[in-house]
T-cell receptor, first 115, second 110 residues
Framework: GAVVSQHPSRVICKSGTSVKIECRSL??????MFWYRQFPKKSLMLMAT?????????EQGVEKDKFLINHASLTLSTLTVTSAHPEDSSFYIC???????????FGEGSRLTVL | GENVEQHPSTLSVQEGDSAVIKCTYS??????FPWYKQELGKGPQLIID?????GEKKDQRIAVTLNKTAKHFSLHITETQPEDSAVYFC?????????FGAGTTVTVRA
């Protein structure tokens, strides 16, 4: 099946720095990608919808200036956590819609730890 | 928006027995219902899905049923094996977005 790759899988950073997470669709073009946040032992919470060539659509309560999303090409979306703080520590997961069926494929997730 | 409820939150079964997880959704406009398996530290993996024009779908030991009238759908795993132990999430697609259930932690006892 289709593969979605996320990088890095784990990142540790100091408070106040910015961190970029990449999400790539490896064998299909994805006009739409989604970013989720998952707390330990909790479900996936949709943060934003990323559309190639246009601004991302953020869910209610998600700070767009804190979580910058860029979808510059049909195979790459990035999530930048700006001025990270310990409360931003979480598991971030992207998904991409693609293929003939329009099925959603998930990346392996990125574990962010802010010290 | 869509609201998906999932039960039970934890499920322990003896190896070889069946496991059933149930979900309900709120919006009758939802038309796609995938199930995901998530192992520790990894992203969700699609294991089976069903569309609103189908009542049942089976793939080897895994089956999903959908009752549109009652707005609920279920995952059935037969002949469970230790490698089936994971967290399972149901989801419903509404307005091009997936809403997830809270998850079920399945433990298969050897």
């Amino acid at each position: 099946g289709a593969v979605v790759s996320q990088h890095p899988s784990r990142v540790i950073c100091k408070s106040g720095t910015s961190v970029k997470i990449e999400c790539r669709s490896l064998d299909f073009q994805a006009t739409t990608m989604f970013w989720y946040r998952q707390f330990p032992k909790k479900s996936l919470m949709l943060m934003a919808t990323s559309n190639e060539g246009s601004k991302a659509t953020y869910e209610q309560g998600v700070e767009k200036d804190k979580f910058l999303i860029n979808h510059a090409s049909l195979t790459l979306s990035t999530l930048t956590v700006t001025s990270a703080h310990p409360e931003d520590s979480s598991f971030y997961i992207c998904s991409a819609r693609g293929g003939v069926t329009g099925e959603l494929f998930f990346g392996e997730g990125s574990r962010l730890t802010v010290l | 928006g869509e609201n998906v409820e999932q039960h039970p939150s934890t499920l322990s079964v003896q190896e070889g027995d069946s496991a059933v997880i149930k979900c309900t959704y709120s919006d009758s406009a939802s038309n796609y219902f995938p199930w995901y398996k998530q192992e520790l530290g990894k992203g969700p993996q699609l294991i089976i899905d069903i569309r609103s024009n189908v009542g049942e779908k089976k793939d080897q030991r895994i089956a999903v049923t959908l009752n549109k009238t009652a707005k609920h759908f279920s995952l059935h795993i037969t002949e469970t094996q230790p490698e089936d132990s994971a967290v399972y999430f149901c989801a419903a697609l509404y307005d091009y977005k997936l809403s997830f259930g809270a998850g079920t932690t399945v433990t298969v006892r050897a």
